[in-house]
T-cell receptor, first 113, second 109 residues
């Protein structure tokens, strides 16, 4: 069994460009979460999905951030018009319906120049 | 306001020197408290879930406990491989998750 996977692992982009990250959850997990983590801080909750439904998105950092989970499988997180302040580790996690433990992927490290 | 505070921020222990990490929280409608271990450059690794005051969980040298206002992660006779950042998270009634800033543990051989 593979765990949560994320792609790419590292992304360097120039300010103003759009970036998209992908997350593949553990196969039987219905819930999928996105977090942002900056150096020395804990993960900051952004949004989550129950199957294909996005149930919470008020914590997305701005309208430049959006997430999708078509067909309730993999998910993507897009950041439009990136800013230097978006530089961070973006983490994805998944969990089963009946269990609250979240299992994290390795993260995508974003650097905005 | 929902909040999670961890202390100390950093802890250095000699190998074999037992200690405890603290996680205090104020949330509306606690649904669960979670402990994770995070190594540099990696995603958090799940350790424990606690749901109600008085509950305890153990795994190898680690033991987590929960009261109505805080949780402790006790580390007994730590080894250098226990060096990592330990994160506490709570799930509030609105199904949102809040993480603390973590305790960076260094175990010196």
């Amino acid at each position: 069994d593979t765990g949560v996977s994320q792609d790419p692992r590292h992304k360097i982009t120039k300010r103003g460009q759009n970036v998209t990250f992908r997350c593949d959850p553990i196969s039987e997990h219905n819930r999928l979460y996105w977090y942002r983590q900056t150096l020395g801080q804990g993960p900051e909750f952004l949004t989550y999905f129950q199957n294909e439904a996005q149930l919470e998105k008020s914590r997305l950092l701005s309208d430049r951030f959006s997430a999708e989970r078509p067909k309730g499988s993999f998910s993507t997180l897009e950041i439009q018009r990136t800013e230097q302040g978006d530089s961070a580790m973006y983490l994805c996690a998944s969990s089963q319906d009946s269990y609250n433990e979240q299992f994290f992927g390795p993260g995508t490290r974003l650097t905005v120049l | 306001e929902d909040q999670v505070t961890q202390s100390p921020e950093a802890l250095r222990l000699q190998e074999g020197e037992s200690s405890s990490l603290n996680c205090s929280y104020t949330v509306s409608g606690l649904r669960g408290l979670f402990w994770y271990r995070q190594d540099p450059g990696k995603g958090p690794e799940f350790l424990f879930t606690l749901y109600s005051a008085g509950e305890e969980k153990e795994k190898e040298r680690l033991k987590a406990t929960l009261t109505k206002k805080e949780s402790f992660l006790h580390i007994t006779a730590p080894k250098p491989e226990d060096s990592a950042t330990y994160l506490c998270a709570v799930q509030a009634g609105g199904n949102q998750f809040y993480f603390g800033t973590g305790t960076s543990l260094t175990v010196i051989p």
